[in-house]
């Protein structure tokens, strides 16, 4: 019999998306003096600057890129960046967890591509990315937010590419660090590593994807909400602070105290590796404990922000398990207590925990959450 925990965790937050608010952010510290005003006016509008400018430093993205605050989140940027850039050469897509499957959906269905490779893999794998073709463009997602499968590394993009790169980063920048050589357009929602809101995606290009853009009009039309061009070529203005439409302010006043935060705790090497301590410490419970295992197969895939765990078919007794049923019960179990939320298996993957890793979450209240799984694994299969 596994004794209950006493700890409980000091925040109960392990949400893949909205993410948890890094620690002791407070909503009363936010800069609320923009707030009420035109985002067209120049103290706002620098602000709206100043989000994307920090974003840049700690991101380290090279100072020929262009960065800009988008509408719709990830999801948003994405279509943004599907919807503009491809159709101009064959494409290969790699897909392995749902948001992956989902573009792929929107590339053979929506945009009825007829030169699109798809190469997939099932949850817990990567597809083949060796077989990427450089004179094709390439779309993928750097972390696979639903299986925890994350892409390793970039050096099966080739730099002589003749094609360009789109990559839906959302759930791995400001967790790992990436080789911006080989990104050309690059999309992420402040929702995720740094705990901000939603609905404001952000999309990043580099001068390869900024050559792409001055010289290739999709066939097409193109809703306001995606264009990026004017009269032809790019919208400079979009990139220094006026947005496509309105912002929240609130929304880039709470990214700003976010990004400034990252920055005060070290910057990008300090969110990376507090996020790889988190997977560390979740490595080492599951080296010791038979009855779970990472979705993940491949240990350099493991994802350092979204973890996903699948339960063993077999309880330690040796019965048959309901593991969809099981990892119900567990969830339940740790929501009642009030020490996880959220911590279910995405919808469309196999059925286990997901727990977030990112740089919010603190290394103390992953290790008092893993006592409580063991706690409520041992009560829920003693009642199977
Ligand atoms: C890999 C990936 N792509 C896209 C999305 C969609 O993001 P949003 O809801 O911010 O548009 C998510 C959200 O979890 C994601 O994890």
Partial sequence: MTKKPTNKTNRPLFSSGPCAKF???????????????????????????????LTSDLLEIPKDYKVAIVPASDTGAFEMAMWNFLGHIPVDVFAWESFG????????????????????????????????????????TLNGTTSGVRVPNLNWIKDSRKG???????????????????????????????????QHGMIILSPKAIDRLNEYSPSWPLPKIFRIKKSGIIDQSIFSGSTINTPSLLCVADYVAAL????????LNKLIEIADNNLQIIKDWVSETDWIKFLAKEESTISNTSVCLEFSSKSPNG?????????????????????????????DAPPGLRIWTGATIEPSDISILLEWINWAYFVATEKN
């Avoid at 945009?111 to 997939?120: H, K, P, S």
């Avoid at 080989?182 to 992420?188: A, P, S, Y």
């Fill in 260 to 267: 400034e935060w990252a920055r005060e705790i070290g910057g």
């Fill in 101 to 140: 499957k989902g573009w792929v959906t929107d590339i053979i269905k929506q945009l009825g591509l007829e030169d699109a490779n798809v190469i997939e893999a099932d949850y817990g794998i990567l597809p083949d990315l060796q077989s990427a073709n450089s004179d094709s463009d390439i779309v993928f």
């Fill in 23 to 53: 620690p002791n952010w407070q909503i009363n510290k936010i800069e609320t003096s923009i707030l009420g005003r035109s985002h067209r006016a120049k103290k706002p509008k620098d602000f709206i600057n100043y989000s994307v400018e």
């Fill in 164 to 198: 360009i790169t789109l990559c839906d980063a959302t759930s791995g920048l400001f967790a790992q660090k990436v080789d911006w050589s080989k990104l050309d357009v690059t999309t992420f929602s402040w929702q995720k590593v740094l705990g901000g809101e939603a």
């Fill in 319 to 347: 019965d048959e398990i309901d593991t969809s049923k099981l990892s119900k019960t567990i969830q339940n179990m740790l929501e009642e207590e009030e020490v996880a939320f959220d911590i279910g298996a995405y919808r």
